[in-house]
């Protein structure tokens, strides 16, 4: 069984029954390494409907989004390689996306004009995903978003995303095979599909009901709400993928749809079992502001005899100073501005959970019964209290 190119199929011909099912709309991912086959999974889901043309990218929405995004109504969008996103913007597209409502405009009269609405499904891809996008930027997504695109881990750890290669001899070749037949044969499934479905309407739409019920009676998941919002989305591409058997359209076999995306399903829940926490979440966004700017917004702060800091100092000219590095115990403390750290290094989360974590792992410099201390004696200067994290945070020391 091909479970990923199964999931694909599906979920191309999934989009049109969103609103008999009663679905709201949203996203799926497919995570993994390079050159595993990923894009190629696009390919084979674009063919459903039509031609090459209809395989976009995350680069090419840019402005076209809610155009794109309206031609795709009640169907599948297909999106290519979210690395080419534009980072500051991902959060705000999955969101536009998912809940199917664009930008609200005013003509030049002040007039608010129609708001632009869709429902669809997504498809995309990267060999990274929304939440350590969000992260490089130091952002922390809220857990709605990620419950909008559900990342599937797409590497079988046999041959990519295929786990077996049937007659060919790799996967490389087989990528290639799919890709190539998917130029010359497209289009034809998905109007036969809807063909078949409106031929019998109330029929076919009670059928799709019971795959759809089906498939979340054979998950055993635990019966919490976020859990089932995206269950319902997995549920609804089983049903596509049931109907098209049912059909006679796909050469799999009645249950291969169900079982296939019950794997795919199942990626997805240990995937998000083995996401951050909010406090994670929380230490995760310290650790990359320091990161990010420990050269050029922290000052080296020197202290009688001791070194300026554990790593050359490049830049001198320190602007929009969020604080002060010092080398102590064998390691670079980093203090940092109380406003800064609210409101800079914790934003979107909430700062003092952050501190009682970075105090609670033995990150945090502090006085008794504090989150902060005074800056370290300097002759030239006040001793502000701050917040002084440990270089350790990083994976820093000397030891
Ligand atoms: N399962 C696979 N096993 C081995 N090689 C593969 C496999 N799938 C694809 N390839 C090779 O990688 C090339 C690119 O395939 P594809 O674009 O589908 O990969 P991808 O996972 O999207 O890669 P990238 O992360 O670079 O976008 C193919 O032309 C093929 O040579
Ligand atoms: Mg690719």
Redesign the pocket.
Known sequence: MFKMLIFAVSLSLAGTLLKDLNVPGGGFHVV?G???????INHVAVSVWGDRSRFKTWRSTGNALEQIALIHNDNTLILD?IGEANKYEMDNIVYMLANGTGKERSNKGFENRETKTWRLLFLS?G?IDLRSIMQSIGKSPKDGQTLQIANIPADTGK????ENLHEFP???EL??HLKDKAEYHHGSLGMAFIEKYIENHSRNKERAKFFFDEFKNRIQAENDSQVSRVLSRFALVAAAGELASEFGLVSWEPEDAIKAIAECFNSWLEDRGSGNTETEEALNQVKSFIERNEDSRFEALQTGSQPLSSQPVFNTVIRDKAGFKHYENRQDVYYIYPETFKNEVCKGICYKTALSELREKGFLKHDADRFDCKLPSNSTKKRPRMYAILGELLGESDD
């Open positions: 993994g390079s050159s595993i086959g990923k894009s190629t390689e891809n060999e041959f990519g995303v295929f790799s996967g490389s990528a290639d």
